[in-house]
């Protein structure tokens, strides 16, 4: 159901990982089709990749420009959902991912579908922030404070 949420070039990238990942480096590193929509040029200004809420943080100039085009493949030799607990039983939930709802380029379906499947993850879905939500202070500030004060986060 996520996959279909994806911009159709996004689509025919995760096609080529799931059917041929030796292709997967000639995709990201070729200029004769389109890459995954948030690794091209000017994709700082595409409503489709970024929410609204992205919009202004990626036209910061301030911020490192970390999207060059070069990727490498990753092949993973293991299957994330089949990870163990590597935490005691009575440590709590010591992982935790925290997500906008309004992140375009990771579908928020996916990440939600990893926590449930392994109970030690505890999921948070901010409802006002996107893929670039590392970038707000106020919702980083909010967090952190959480964090040490060990309190549910007030804004989720």
């Known amino acids: 159901m996520a996959y279909k949420k994806l911009l159709l ?9 799931h059917y041929a990942p030796q292709l997967l480096y000639w995709c990201f590193t070729q200029k004769w089709f389109p890459s995954m929509s948030a690794m091209e040029e000017g994709c700082r200004e595409n409503p489709a990749v970024f929410s609204t809420s992205d919009s202004d943080f990626a036209k910061d100039d ?4 970390a999207w060059s085009g070069e990727s490498k493949p990753t092949r993973w030799d293991f299957d994330p959902l089949g990870l ?4 005691p039983e009575n ?3 010591p992982v935790q991912i925290r997500q906008g709802c309004e992140d375009r380029i990771i579908s928020c379906q996916i990440q939600c579908y990893v926590a449930e499947r392994l109970p030690w993850i505890k999921y948070y879905e901010l409802s006002d922030g996107g893929h670039l939500l590392p970038h707000n ?17 007030s804004f989720i």
């Open 137 to 153: 202070t106020t919702v980083v500030d909010a967090v952190l404070r959480s964090l040490l004060i060990a309190l549910e986060p």
């Open 62 to 65: 301030r911020q490192p420009k």
């Open 84 to 87: 163990e607990n590597p935490f």
């Open 91 to 93: 440590y709590g939930n």
């Open 9 to 17: 070039q996004d689509q025919w990238i995760y096609r080529v990982a």
